[in-house]
């Protein structure tokens, strides 16, 4: 079982940044698709960034919403996933969710079906 906890939100103006956590237990025992999701009010959930664990490239994706401006990182020591945003707007204001697949196939997608352990939430304003 795989425990998933986010924390680092909180409100910011336009323009501003923001570091989100991800706290993910038993991080080096497993390989892990390790993704960002999003909702807010009215729109549907959305894939906003992810990377795999156990590659050695640690190469991430990103939606085009926000490619340029957010970037995941990982610190295998301290079993943590981050996501560094930078250059915020309105429509980055939501829900951001940490949510996490046990995988040794490296294929990792920002499609919310394919993750089966997730976080609580922790909420994003981004004001103008």
């Known amino acids: 079982q795989v425990q998933v906890a986010e924390s680092g939100g909180g409100s910011v103006q336009a323009g501003g940044s923001l570091r989100l956590s991800c706290a993910v237990s038993?991080?080096?025992?497993?390989?892990?698709?390790v993704s960002w999701f999003r909702q807010a009010p009215g729109k549907e959930r959305e894939g906003v960034a992810n990377l795999y664990t156990g590659s050695v490239y640690e190469r991430a994706q990103y939606s085009n919403s926000v490619y340029g401006r957010f970037t995941i990182s990982q610190d295998n020591a301290k079993n943590m996933v981050y996501l560094q945003m930078k250059s915020l707007k309105p429509d980055d204001t939501g829900v951001y969710y940490c949510?996490?697949?046990?995988?040794?196939?490296?294929?990792?997608?920002?499609?919310?079906?394919?993750?089966?352990?997730w976080g609580q939430g922790t909420q994003v304003t981004v004001s103008s």
């Open positions: 038993d991080y080096t025992r497993s390989k892990k698709c």
């Open positions: 949510a996490v697949f046990v995988s040794d196939d490296r294929f990792c997608s920002l499609a919310s079906t394919q993750y089966n352990y």
